[in-house]
Nanobody
Framework: QVQLVESGGGLVQPGGSLRLSCAASGNIFSIYRMAWYRQTPGNQREWVAT???????TYADSVKGRFTISMDNAKNTMSLQMNSLNPEDTAVYYC????????WGQGTQVTVSS
């Protein structure tokens, strides 16, 4: 079993940057894909970005060019570098392993506001 622990959320002004981290522990060798999702009150959870064990990355159109997903295999930590943030990026961001029906972190709040 895998445990996911997120960190890095907080308050940032429009145009600013944040870096989220997700530390994986346990049977990390069972992970074949990791992703970031986000959710605002009253809305469905929205996919943001995915990285596979082979290193392939994909992004939602809404964040492409602004966000970068990466994996530090030595530390078993996935990161999401978020640049040029706008208020529409405000959400709870969730770390995910092995797809929507897989494993989830508790989430970390990102608030973009003046």
């Amino acid at each position: 079993q895998v445990q996911l622990v997120e960190s890095g959320g907080g308050l940032v002004q429009p145009g600013g940057s944040l870096r989220l981290s997700c530390a994986a522990s346990g049977n990390i060798f069972s992970i074949y894909r990791m992703a970031w999702y986000r959710q605002t009150p009253g809305n469905q959870r929205e996919w943001v970005a995915t990285i596979t064990r082979s290193g392939s990355t994909t992004y939602a159109d809404s964040v492409k060019g602004r966000f970068t997903i990466s994996m530090d295999n030595a530390k078993n930590t996935m990161s999401l570098q978020m640049n040029s943030l706008n208020p529409e990026d405000t959400a709870v961001y969730y770390c995910n392993a092995n797809g929507y029906g897989g494993l989830w972190g508790q989430g970390t709040q990102v608030t973009v506001s003046s």
